[in-house]
């Protein structure tokens, strides 16, 4: 760019809707998924070991290529229950995730990981009750250098020779976390096993509340903590009829300081084909598809192929909010593989929530 550059308007929205992003990263907020349900310990420590005997997730997401340089985040969770005693009211779970993003011109990196622990208590044959406690560590690192300011533009373009007005007192930081949270869950065919699994009716309903002592998170040096958070949500899977169809609706909603999000989807699942009862060859395979809507903010198109243990999504995210303007409408892609155990498609197979 030459130092007298003169901005196009569209160029002018461009760069303050990428700054504004970048520094409301920087001063507050935790990533986010539109695939929110596959990341299940970001939702709540007590889902470790709910939906499944074990799990483990890989998730990528790339946002506002279109705008500016990528916002890209990866993040990698396990869960899995403990073996318990023959006629134990409840059963013990951990899970441990771990997620590494990094935002924008301002090179905002964070890594944070956590060691979850719950127990589910049996309510009765189909549904727990359970909570969950978190301990982790998080570090932001942030490179200014590849930021512009309003101090540099001179009237007529921007000039990286001015001064930037700002300083940081550090741009590396690490603290310590610690959460906690709360889940109900019913499965229609836990100690049923003539039941078919792959269609059965579901329910997760929760909450989850991270930061609890709000530790220091600022690179101005000033005494600044970040915001607790608490997420609240649910999810069903509802068979239609008797044959392979089934809706799965579900909603997320978070709330840290003074920013919230709201995420509510609606997935059609079809079974294209069960496991084979004879020669177990065929592992089983499902289908689903649906929308996905961050209210003021995008509308994503979802899809999951799963057959047998291992599960694939994608989505896409088409931005609504005032910046669409500038990213013409491009939001975020995400890719997220999934393996679970037992085999979800097996009717033989019974997990213990």
Do not use: C
């Not at 993040?75 to 318990?84: E, G, I, N, P």
């Not at 951990?94 to 890594?111: H, M, Q, R």
């Not at 990213?327 to 019974?350: H, M, Q």
């Amino acid at each position: 760019m030459t130092t007298r550059q003169h901005f196009s308007s569209e160029r002018i929205l461009a760069l303050i809707g990428a700054g504004l992003i970048t520094w409301g990263a920087v001063f507050a907020q935790d990533v986010h998924f539109t695939q929110y349900a596959m990341q299940p310990l970001l939702q709540s420590p007590a889902m470790a070991g709910i939906g499944h005997d074990m799990r483990g997730v890989l998730q990528y997401r790339n946002q506002w290529a279109s705008v500016t340089t990528p916002f890209t985040t990866t993040a990698f969770s396990y869960d899995m229950q403990l073996k318990q005693k023959r006629g134990k009211a409840g059963f013990l779970a951990f899970g441990i995730n771990f997620f590494s993003d990094k935002a924008g011109d301002a090179k905002l990196k964070s890594a944070q990981g956590g060691l979850s622990l719950a127990y589910h208590l049996k309510t009765g044959q189909n549904s727990t009750i359970g909570a969950g406690l978190l301990s982790g560590f998080g570090q932001r690192s942030v490179d200014p250098s590849g930021l512009q300011w309003g101090e540099q533009y001179d009237g007529s373009g921007y000039n990286a020779q001015l001064p930037t007005g700002e300083s940081l007192a550090t741009q590396s930081f690490t603290f310590v976390d610690l959460g906690l949270g709360g889940v109900w869950h019913y499965s229609g065919t836990s100690g049923a096993s003539d039941v078919v699994a792959n269609q059965s009716a579901q329910a997760t309903l929760g909450f989850g509340y991270f930061h609890v002592t709000r530790p220091t998170y600022t690179f101005l040096g000033a005494e600044e903590q970040m915001n607790a958070k608490l997420v609240l949500h649910g999810n069903a899977r509802i068979p239609l009829g008797g044959g392979n169809m089934a809706v799965v609706p579900g909603f997320q909603y978070s709330e840290q300081g003074p920013s919230s999000e709201f995420l509510a989807s609606a997935m059609f699942r079809y079974v294209l084909s069960p496991t084979s009862k004879v020669t177990g060859i065929n592992k089983g395979s499902a289908f689903s598809l649906g929308p996905v809507l961050r209210a003021k903010d995008a509308v994503a198109i979802a899809a999951l192929v799963e057959f047998g243990q291992m599960a694939m999504g994608l989505s896409y995210d088409l931005n609504t909010s005032d910046l669409s303007k500038a990213s013409n409408g491009n939001g975020a892609f995400e890719l997220t593989l999934r393996f679970v155990n037992p085999n979800p498609f097996n009717s033989k197979s019974k997990t213990r929530d």
